[in-house]
């Protein structure tokens, strides 16, 4: 018989996209956790020759029932085993798609993300930052080429990340960064677009 699993704290992020051959497969792999003693891990495999349609599996060592929330504002009832199930998402040609998917198990919900990457090979994103309101205000504006559309995802290096949308190969974003006044800090960003990263840093001069 089925349990309903009650408390289960659990983060799967589906990482990084191999760039599309023709008729590929690509497959990504979640994360497996276990909690209170239960193991599961997700895995999303875009099906033969298309870049998005997936066929989606929960596994878990021991029997749950839940909703798989697509991110796209549809979802559906997830019993685990078999934990099967399939999804065509919509997506703009030439671009850069993420979804945020969430799997609910009682009152828990596992968090994940799709990425569907039908963007040219970027050769090269540049890192253009300004000062905002304030020293600790960094407007940061990205510039890559061949252009691209579609979302990436900002990691600020501080322990924070934002998504930003790209319109012609440009994006721009800004951030409130923690520092000392009177020093100077540096950090470590990184821009990912699809299963391209590109790094930059921000330095904090007062």
Known sequence: MKQIVKKIAFLVLLLGLI??????????????????GLSCTSTA??????????????ECDGDVEGF????DGTG?????PPGTTSHDYSYTPGGIMEYNTFFTVGNSTFHYKVVIDDSPPINNCTTV???GQ???HIVINFNCSPTTNG???VSFGDGTETDVEFTNGSAQTSHWYSYTPGGTKSF???????????PFEITISD
Request: hydrophobic share 40%.
């Open 19 to 36: 760039a599309l051959l023709a008729g590929a497969t690509r497959t990504q792999t979640a994360q497996a956790e276990t909690v209170g």
């Open 45 to 58: 495999v875009v099906k033969q020759g298309t870049i998005n349609s997936f066929n989606f599996t929960v």
């Open 68 to 71: 798989l929330d697509f991110g």
């Open 76 to 80: 559906t009832g997830l019993s685990v």
């Open 129 to 131: 930052t300004s000062q």
């Open 134 to 136: 304030a020293v600790n």
């Open 151 to 153: 979302w990436g995802n």
């Open 188 to 198: 470590d960003g990184l821009l990912t677009l699809g299963s391209q990263s590109f």
